[in-house]
């Protein structure tokens, strides 16, 4: 009866099933912590782990997942997150969770210590900082740079153009070289003059018929002579279109190349001068949070990856057909609760995660997001989203609405030459954004009441006074953000009515000197191109040779038809 129990094999089984139970927790975290690090691209790390087998229920103590374009801050942390498991499906090497709490969520909160891994990271297509290399200090909205800088660094481009100019004029001279072989010399008209006189003295029938066929000829070449009469008028208008292009060249150049360097006498866009490096900031950090849960959100094994034959010994993991078919990892649904920090104010929220997946094509569901909340302060919030990667046409939506959002001593440029303060205001801000095939479009509307703005008394130059007196009068403005384009390399673009406000305050300081420049700029191009635009304006004379020649013609073989008459 003892013979058939191998006593050693059951005291292995027992030594390895307390060692499990014993080291579960800790291989949990190991495993998760790894397999979030290799997903994200930098450093996912928990506390602790608490797997209670019996109930099939995980709990995760503060999850960290770094934000790989920041290795000093988290995109987001939890302090607790509980998971009801199916334990057989663990078993099949599946993570199925019907409920979860995440508990204590936070954004981009700081770190320890660095979350680089090999130094990988992902950023925005080189958008990343874009605001402050686009962001220029206000003040120096006035300084024009060397008119005579931009004058020569233009100069071989702009004699390049003149002289293509010159170059299709010597192409309409080298035709006429060609058609005046079409025309009747005076050999021509001597041999129609000398056929007329021999007709002269034939008889009637002789006379007419042979009168009929000179002047078929004779029409013949009064219709050459009329198409290039028509032709001369063509080329004519040409050369002067061209002669005009030339002449108003230096005053459109000069238009061009302050427009180039932002002096166009245009205020669009001027509020990206002041506030342009936080709102830069602020949309990629929403972006590259984006741009990791999206990561997760789809199955990234290409096909060919998918058709690849696995080593010989090294096994294929096979899914079979299944009624109900579950994906590696699901949670069904998650209640979130957190909060977010918002122009220095504890935005609170409480929400719903469903169909939480990384293979949404085998579920058959997209995710979806609601979320709302508020601040003692007043501010309230709503959110919701639906993000669909069920196939390579990716659609994804999320709507973000706070309301009565106090603000108090935003810093908007802590420039010495505009150092610039919203002291207070109320702002509602609406955020819509789409991702789909097509690209990211997205619009970030804000509207901020009862503000109060500040230029410190430190700023005392002619710019730092005219906004100083210009923004006193600022008690509602709006901020429009518009994003769109490759999610890897967005287009931002700011607007406001800020930008009228500022306009007005600097618009005849700045008008008068780009004038000025201008003027200056119009002059050293036009005396770099004088030469070659004079010696174009007389280049289309030769025309008027050809047209008396044709005119002298044109008389000569009339003069001969009605002498026929």
């Known amino acids: 009866m003892t013979q058939w129990i191998r006593w050693w094999g059951l005291g292995a089984f027992v030594a390895i099933a307390a060692l499990w139970v014993l080291c579960i927790d800790w291989i949990l975290e190991n495993s998760i912590e790894f397999a979030g690090t290799q997903a994200v691209g930098a450093k996912v790390e928990l506390d602790s782990v608490d797997f209670a087998i019996a109930e099939g229920v995980i709990t995760l103590n503060r999850l960290q997942v770094t934000n790989p374009d920041k290795p000093m801050q988290n995109l987001f942390e939890s302090s607790r997150i509980h998971l009801s498991v199916d334990t057989f499906a663990l078993l099949r090497r599946q993570f199925i969770s019907e409920k979860a709490e995440i508990e204590g969520l936070e954004l981009y909160t700081q770190r320890s210590s660095s979350g680089a891994i090999d130094g990988r990271f992902f950023n925005l297509g080189g958008h990343k900082g874009k605001g402050k290399q686009a962001a220029l200090d206000l003040a120096s909205k006035l300084n024009i740079p060397d008119v005579g800088e931009l004058a020569s660094s233009e100069e071989a481009r702009l004699k390049a153009e003149v002289s293509a100019m010159q170059n299709e004029v010597s192409d309409i001279q080298n035709a006429w070289k060609q058609r005046a072989g079409q025309l009747p010399d005076k050999e021509q008209l001597t041999e129609y003059q000398s056929r007329w006189d021999k007709l002269k003295d034939e008889n009637t029938l002789v006379k007419l018929k042979g009168a009929k066929e000179l ?110 078919a579950l994906p590696e990892f699901l949670i069904k649904q998650a209640k979130i609760n957190g909060a977010v920090a918002v122009a220095g104010q504890k935005i609170s929220f409480d929400g719903l995660i469903k169909d939480i997946t990384n293979e949404q094509d085998i579920w058959g569901r997209p995710m979806s997001l609601v979320a709302k909340g508020g601040s003692e302060q007043g501010a309230s919030l709503k959110l919701d989203g639906l993000f669909d990667h069920r196939s390579k046409n990716t659609l994804d939506t ?19 030459e505009l150092p610039l303060t919203l002291q207070k205001g109320l702002a509602n801000i609406k955020t819509s954004f789409t ?46 953000a518009i994003i769109n384009g490759d999610l890897n390399a967005p287009q931002i673009k700011l607007k406001s009515s800020l930008d009228n406000l500022i306009g007005k305050a600097l618009g005849a300081e700045v008008t008068a000197k780009v004038a000025q420049q201008k003027a200056v700029l119009q002059e050293k191009l036009a005396a770099q191109l004088q030469d070659p635009t004079a010696k174009l304006a007389g280049s289309g004379a030769f025309l008027d040779e050809y047209k008396n020649l044709l005119g002298n013609q044109r008389d000569a073989l009339k003069a001969l038809i009605k002498e026929m008459r």
């Open 435 to 480: 991702l789909s095939e097509k690209g990211i479009n997205a619009t970030i509307d804000s509207l901020v009441k009862q503000a109060q703005f500040l230029v410190s008394d430190s700023a005392q130059s002619k710019t730092a006074n005219l906004m100083r007196t210009a923004l006193g009068s600022a008690e509602q403005f709006d901020l429009k």
């Open 398 to 416: 999320l709507n973000f609405d706070l309301q009565k959002l106090a603000l108090s001593a935003l810093t908007l440029s802590d420039s010495p």
């Open 215 to 324: 002047r078929d000829d004779i029409n013949k070449d009064l219709d050459n002579i009329k198409a290039l009469e028509d032709q001369i008028k063509t080329d004519k208008d040409r050369i002067a279109q061209l002669t005009e292009h030339a002449r108003t060249l230096p005053g459109r150049e000069a238009e061009r190349l302050l427009a180039s360097v932002g002096l166009d006498q245009g205020f669009e866009g001027m509020i990206k001068h002041i506030v342009g490096d936080d709102a830069f900031d602020m949309i990629n950090q929403g972006l590259s949070l984006y741009k990791t849960a999206a990561k997760q959100m789809s199955n990234s094994e290409t096909e060919a990856e998918k058709e690849l034959k696995p080593m010989r010994g090294s096994g294929e993991l096979v899914r079979f057909v299944e009624d109900e």
